[in-house]
């Protein structure tokens, strides 16, 4: 019985290790944000784990700061635009006062983002990899490496 059960782990562990190869290679978008260049003038990421800052730490001065560009409140800066690359912006009032903000993929396969923005708070867009983008298609061609963080009056992460 145990002999068994050991058997059908050990086929899983093959089974999905067997599956990642395969879509890691049929998906070259996916590949570890260390392989690709920055843009001129963007700063370059660290290898290996991607940076993060834990909700209450401040942005400024954090690992992340050089990677945030401001979306809202806007109007968007042209570093933010550049940033937002292969996303539409898309702003809603909200009852209470709040605005929902959209981070809207325009390639299906990346991930759509929704945050809601109290008065006196600031969404930035982090882009950790800017020369993963292509302008001229509108495209983010690092797909899940760009995320939102909301920051109250402070600076600090929410």
């Known amino acids: 019985m145990n002999k068994n059960i050991l058997i059908a782990v050990l086929v899983l562990v093959v089974v999905v290790e067997s599956g990642y190869i395969l879509m890691k290679h049929s998906h070259p978008q996916m590949a570890p944000q260390t392989t690709m260049k920055p843009a001129s003038g963007q700063p370059t990421p660290p290898m ?3 940076m993060m800052v834990s909700k209450g730490a401040k942005l400024v001065g954090s690992p992340i700061e050089k990677y945030a560009f401001q979306v809202f409140p806007g109007p968007l800066s042209a570093d933010a635009i550049s940033a ?3 996303f539409s912006v898309k702003t809603t009032t909200l009852a209470d006062g709040s605005t929902q ?3 809207v993929p325009k390639d299906s396969d990346d991930q759509y983002q929704r945050y809601v923005v109290k ?3 600031t969404l930035y867009f982090i882009e950790m ?3 993963d983008d292509n302008a001229d298609s509108d495209r983010d061609m690092n797909y899940r490496d760009d995320y939102g963080i909301i920051t109250d009056t402070n600076g600090v992460i929410q």
Do not use: A
Request: aromatic share 0%.
């Open 48 to 50: 290996g784990k991607p």
């Open 84 to 86: 937002t690359v292969g």
């Open 101 to 103: 903000v959209d981070l």
């Open 119 to 121: 008065k006196g708070e």
């Open 129 to 131: 990899t800017k020369g």
